[in-house]
C-alpha cells in the first residue's frame, strides 16, 4: 500500500498538467501534428502566446512535451512515455493493493 501511496502522490503535478483544459487542447493539437511553434499553437488556439508559452512550460516541466531547436525556433512536441508509463504503473498498483 505505501508504494501505491508514494506513487499516487508523485502522479500528483501529472494530475495538475493534465487536469487544464488549456493544456487538454495543447495536447490534443501536438497529438494531431508532429510538432508546432508556440506561434503556430497560439495561431489555433483562443490564447495568447505568453499563455500558451506559459502553459507549455507546464507540460515541460512533468515531461509532456519536448523542445526542439531549429534555428531561431522552438518545435514542441508530446512527449508521452514517462507520464504514460507512471500512470500505468500507479493503476497496476491500485488494482493489486486496493481492488
Not at 47 to 57: G, Y
Request: proline share 3%.
Amino acid at each position: 500500500m505505501d508504494e501505491a501511496i508514494q506513487t499516487f502522490r508523485s502522479c500528483i503535478p501529472l494530475f495538475h498538467a493534465l487536469g487544464d483544459p488549456a493544456r487538454q487542447d495543447i495536447i490534443l493539437l501536438l497529438a494531431e501534428t508532429e510538432k508546432l511553434t508556440v506561434n503556430e499553437i497560439a495561431d489555433q488556439s483562443r490564447l495568447s502566446r505568453p499563455a500558451i508559452s506559459h502553459h507549455l512550460k507546464i507540460m515541460k516541466d512533468q515531461g509532456l512535451v519536448s523542445i526542439e531547436q531549429q534555428g531561431t525556433k522552438r518545435y514542441y512536441s508530446l512527449e508521452l512515455e514517462e507520464s504514460v508509463g507512471l500512470l500505468k504503473k500507479l493503476t497496476s498498483l491500485v488494482e493489486e493493493t486496493c481492488l
